[in-house]
């Protein structure tokens, strides 16, 4: 491995936050430059329920239709503040950005935000691998800042240099 991913927003505490509301947010706030995996998933709540975090990293496949590349689940402990995920190995490529389906938790913003970004969801839970949807930018709702990042590792040849697309597929298995 060679290098940091960072995809998304800074996960700190905010002025409000976005009601649970059963729905998948996309943050397309600085999406992957450059293709790794992700090992790490971290977001920042007002509130936080026992149910499973699902997070996920979405490709844009026209307009404002993502789809699922890679997801996980894992059981987060219940209450306000930061909540850190890791041990993942999820596939991202240039382009990617990062989501969430938390049913019973609502995760910190800033509103309007600073990353200039509309804010975006899909009904449901589309965090699982080739699940997609539109994703529309929420005008009515205005620009906002999520407390959703994703971190990860750049693949690397041993020559230091990125990984070529066939040497990340043999990386992630997926050849």
């Not at 992700?38 to 920042?44: A, E, Q, V």
């Amino acid at each position: 491995m060679a290098g940091e991913i960072v995809v998304g927003s800074s996960p700190i505490d905010r002025p409000s936050h976005f009601g649970a509301v059963a729905t998948t947010i996309l943050n397309k706030a600085n999406p992957a430059t450059i293709a790794g995996l992700l090992t790490m998933f971290k977001l920042y709540v007002k509130t936080a329920g026992i149910d499973d975090l699902f997070y996920g990293v979405f490709y844009n496949t026209d307009g404002d239709n993502w789809t699922c590349r890679s997801a996980g689940h894992s059981a987060v402990a219940d209450g306000a503040g930061l909540k850190t995920v890791t041990g993942l190995s999820l596939d991202i490529q240039v382009g990617d950005c990062v989501a969430f389906y938390w049913k019973n938790s609502s995760p910190e913003m800033t509103q309007p935000g600073e990353d200039d970004v509309y804010i975006s969801y899909s009904a449901g839970n589309l965090c699982s691998p080739d699940s997609s949807g539109s994703f529309p930018d929420w005008i009515a709702a205005g620009k906002a800042t999520f407390s959703i990042q994703g971190i990860g590792d750049v693949l690397s040849d041993s020559g230091g240099e990125s990984a070529s697309p066939a040497a990340l597929l043999v990386a992630t298995g997926i050849i």
